[in-house]
């Protein structure tokens, strides 16, 4: 265990060395003649602490009956270890026992597979690989913070329960308090006057309509949070419930939305490859033998840019055989934008002014008014990784869109208000938090790196 973990505390002791005291899970016991080894692990970091337990101390005989799982404080001298592997180990004085784990422990050291460790999500974080992706998520998270506020971005908190579709999608899950054997109707319809905010109700798809609000008051803002889409999609990259982070900037236009775009993720994998060093080695060498050259080559070269027209025309002329038709005015499948970015380029690729068809309503109109200043951030393995754009800040064109789309202009007066008031050119973009962190383990299932993934038809835990 490294010097930062919590849990070593030096107490006073008689000794001529002091008695240091660790808590943990085993990770395997064995007994040889005299002793008994223990590898412990305290979740901090991946490297266990061995333990030595002489065969004289009181709760030997409970010691030696101990398997893996099972939860001790051990306190002992920490000694230099003549054995191979590590520098440190511990002599064990006293062993109290804090929890045993029977033989049913469904993590005993063996390889299992990421479909079983699924199934038992509530443990699995005490599996090497996955203490190691949440010790990483845990980290980027702060990065997060870190990027935005070393430049003055202020963080928004936007609301979780909202109104309005900010994607126009139609994928809200419904937020009531109606009896569901019983519902209210007026006129035919759902009477959401009786509902619970008298109207009806949503978990958010994004937090974008309402940090523009805000970009449009304190300038540069961000939000992070969880996001819900009732997408029924059953993909390895798509969830129901996930993390983005949202950046909006005023003043701003397309090219600092790509700009920034592509310093928002060189940072964040720079700071893994240099704050996550010892739990990146291990994907590095059992999830993906590729992982240190591809985060490399990321953080060491610009994005590629590229119009979508010529993404299409490029795709049409590949000669490659995909299952979805590529078509200009169709949106590109994950199969097409992996090809540009692992076939084609073998590097992020940053595809911009999408035909505004397949785009949402908030989107700004380019002067071919065919195209949107849109642009999608593509990155090897994954595909799509940020979405966004820079917005329609003029009212007429905006409220145009709205009804062009069939929107209640009504639900959206207060995004329209930012437009009729003190308009500017603003810009921002959603980077999904799971693919971030699928792109810097190499895990290529977005179910394995959020604590307890919510898809359809799956609601465990
Ligand atoms: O492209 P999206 O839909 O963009 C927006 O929501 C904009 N409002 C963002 C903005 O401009 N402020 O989503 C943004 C990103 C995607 O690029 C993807 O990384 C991730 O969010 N994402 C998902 N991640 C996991 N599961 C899903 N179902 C996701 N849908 C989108
Ligand atoms: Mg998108």
């Not at 030696?64 to 051990?74: E, M, N, R």
């Not at 994907?283 to 992982?291: G, I, S, T």
């Not at 953080?299 to 490659?320: C, E, G, H, M, W």
């Not at 595909?383 to 869109?401: A, F, H, N, T, V």
Request: charged residues 25%.
């Amino acid at each position: 265990m490294t010097e930062r973990s919590k849990i070593v505390d030096l107490l006073n002791s008689d000794s001529s060395k002091p008695l240091i005291l660790v808590k943990g899970w085993i990770r395997t016991q064995r007994e040889s003649k005299d002793f008994s080894f223990i590898e412990l692990n305290d979740g901090s970091c991946l490297a266990n602490i061995q333990i030595i337990v002489d065969n004289d101390i009181d709760s030997y005989s409970e010691v030696v009956k101990l398997t893996t799982g099972a939860a001790i404080a051990v306190s002992g001298e920490l000694v230099e270890s003549p054995g191979k592997g590590q520098k440190w180990e511990i002599r064990a004085k006293n062993i109290e026992v804090l929890g045993i784990a029977p033989e049913d422990f469904p993590l005993q050291k063996k390889r299992h597979s990421d479909e079983y460790l699924r199934t038992i999500a509530h443990l699995r974080p005490r599996s090497n690989k996955y203490s190691a992706i949440f010790r990483i998520r845990s980290k980027l998270s702060y990065a997060i913070h870190k990027f935005f506020q070393e430049r003055d971005f202020q963080w928004i908190h936007t609301p979780i329960i909202t109104g309005s579709d900010c994607e126009g999608a139609g994928e809200m899950f419904n937020v009531t308090t109606l009896d569901l054997n019983n519902i209210p109707k007026k006129d035919g319809a759902i009477d959401y006057e009786q509902d619970f905010f008298g109207k009806e109700a949503s978990l958010t798809v994004s937090g974008q309509l309402s940090v523009e609000s805000f970009c449009l008051s304190l300038g540069n803002v961000y939000t992070f949070g969880p996001t819900f889409r009732a997408e029924n999609s059953n993909t390895s990259r798509h969830m129901s419930e996930f993390w983005m982070i949202e950046p909006e900037m005023a003043f701003a236009d397309l090219n600092d939305d790509m700009k920034l775009g592509q310093e928002f993720i060189q940072y964040l994998i720079k700071f893994t490859l240099d704050e996550c060093t010892e739990d990146l080695a291990l994907f590095a060498r059992f999830v993906d033998k590729m992982l240190m050259s591809t985060l490399d080559n990321i953080v060491n070269n610009d994005f590629i840019r590229l119009p979508y027209t010529d993404a299409i025309d490029l795709l049409k002329n590949s000669n490659q055989k995909f299952e979805f038709p590529v078509e200009w005015g169709s949106d590109l499948q994950s199969e097409h934008e992996r090809f540009l970015t692992e076939t084609h380029f073998k590097q992020p690729v940053i595809v911009y002014d999408y035909p505004k068809d397949i785009k949402a309503f908030y989107m700004r109109l380019n002067d071919d008014e065919k195209t949107v200043a849109a642009m999608d951030i593509l990155v090897p393995a994954i595909g799509e990784i940020i979405g966004g754009s820079q917005r329609e800040e003029r009212y007429d064109l905006l409220k145009k869109r709205i009804n062009e789309m069939d929107f209640d202009e009504a639900d959206y007066w207060w995004y329209l208000d930012t437009r009729k008031y003190g308009t500017v050119p603003h810009a921002g973009f959603g980077l999904g938090f799971e693919r971030l962190l699928m792109l810097v383990s190499g895990i290529s299932n977005i179910r394995d790196v959020i604590p307890f993934p919510r898809t359809p038809k799956h609601l465990e835990f």
